[in-house]
T-cell receptor, first 116, second 113 residues
Framework: GAGVSQSPRYKVAKRGQDVALRCDPISGHVSLFWYQQALGQGPEFLTYFQNEAQLDKSGLPSDRFFAERPEGSVSTLKIQRTQQEDSAVYLC??????????????FGPGTRLTVL | GNSVTQMEGPVTLSEEAFLTINCTYTATGYPSLFWYVQYPGEGLQLLLKATKADDKGSNKGFEATYRKETTSFHLEKGSVQVSDSAVYFCALYSGAGSYQLTFGKGTKLSVIP
């Protein structure tokens, strides 16, 4: 079946631009996670949704980062006024249960954001 | 806070060699432990996991044992193949009101014929 998809796969933005990154989770998966992965590092947690509810946004690095999942399926991560330090791969993952990080997460291929 | 420390790579092995990738952790309570793998050009995928002390996770010839006394979850494989070349990430989930996975920095493995 279809896995987690993300778009665009690559995004180049000029400093100060706003960007929107999309995640399509596996159909029926109730949990959705966003991670930020800098070059040579492991993924770092950004935020967690259970259906449409954003239960944990403790990892969002600043108020320029905003995520939503209005209908409990597709999610969008928005970054306003991008800075060079936002350059990273943004990963989306979904899981089928309400167990948070305990359950197996299925990852998308990521969106590589480069801010010039 | 929670943290995961992995041995630094890259690791280069010949085919059929024995593999160990060390992972130690710091966490409150009784975390669940995971190894995720990222093959070239693919997304992260779960390799194995263990949810309590002394559990052994295994998959595709890889094994890791949850050692609470040494706070470790080392990944091992008796005979690696070229197809095992990938980046391996150790991760933990502590629960206790948190939903997030905490990852190590990753260890890149290259297996040469």
């Amino acid at each position: 079946g279809a896995g987690v998809s993300q778009s665009p796969r690559y995004k180049v933005a000029k400093r100060g631009q706003d960007v929107a990154l999309r995640c399509d989770p596996i159909s029926g998966h109730v949990s959705l996670f966003w991670y930020q992965q800098a070059l040579g590092q492991g993924p770092e947690f950004l935020t967690y949704f259970q259906n449409e509810a954003q239960l944990d946004k403790s990892g969002l690095p600043s108020d320029r980062f905003f995520a939503e999942r209005p209908e409990g399926s597709v999610s969008t991560l928005k970054i306003q006024r991008t800075q060079q330090e936002d350059s990273a791969v943004y990963l989306c993952a979904s899981s089928s249960t309400l167990a948070g990080g305990r359950d197996t997460q299925y990852f998308g291929p990521g969106t590589r954001l480069t801010v010039l | 806070g929670n943290s995961v420390t992995q041995m630094e790579g890259p690791v280069t092995l010949s085919e059929e060699a024995f593999l160990t990738i060390n992972c130690t952790y710091t966490a409150t309570g009784y975390p669940s432990l995971f190894w995720y793998v990222q093959y070239p050009g693919e997304g992260l995928q779960l390799l194995l996991k263990a949810t309590k002390a002394d559990d052994k996770g295994s998959n595709k010839g890889f094994e890791a044992t949850y050692r609470k006394e040494t706070t470790s979850f080392h990944l091992e494989k008796g005979s690696v193949q070229v197809s095992d070349s990938a980046v391996y990430f150790c991760a933990l989930y502590s629960g206790a009101g948190s939903y997030q996975l905490t990852f190590g920095k990753g260890t890149k493995l290259s297996v040469i014929p």
